[in-house]
């Protein structure tokens, strides 16, 4: 074969996998913008859903951003942000007062499990599944308050 022959192959390779390799790392499930729906989620606790809720989330293969702006049941708004690696070590959550930090695993390329702590104490269990069509995502959160109330529910979320 001559030269030019391979370089022409050699290209039609790389324009091939190239854009295959560069999607793979771009399309995780959860990124993207997220609505809460009422409708749809489960309260066991006896609190109130808030109004409103959004959600953001910007993951790449160690690490997620997270955006969460909420209209609780009273009208008070809030936003609370985290950017924390999947390693299962404490990083700072801000806007919240429940906990100070979070700390995700990844258990799969659908799911995270998450521990919210305050002063080093675990207070809330989240566990997250992004439905396999990437549509919806249930988020279950298990655990107390900082005033001391319980949280038992499974808020689901569609994608926008």
Known sequence: MNRLASRIILASV??????????????N????TWKLNPEKSTVKDGRALPQSEI?????????QNGVIDRTDAQGKTSRIEYTAK??????PITG????????VTRVDAYAIKAVEKR?????IHITRNVAKDGKSMTIEFRGTT??????????????Q
């Open 146 to 159: 900082a005033k001391g109330e319980k949280i038992d529910r499974v808020l689901f979320f569609d994608k």
């Open 55 to 63: 959600r953001k989330y910007e993951a790449s293969a160690d690490t």
């Open 14 to 27: 790389i324009a091939l996998v190239l854009p295959a390799g560069v999607s793979a790392q771009t399309a």
């Open 96 to 103: 919240t007062p429940d906990a100070d930090t979070i700390a």
């Open 86 to 91: 999947f390693d299962g070590k404490d990083y």
């Open 29 to 32: 499930p959860v990124n993207g």
């Open 119 to 123: 002063a080093g104490k675990p207070v």
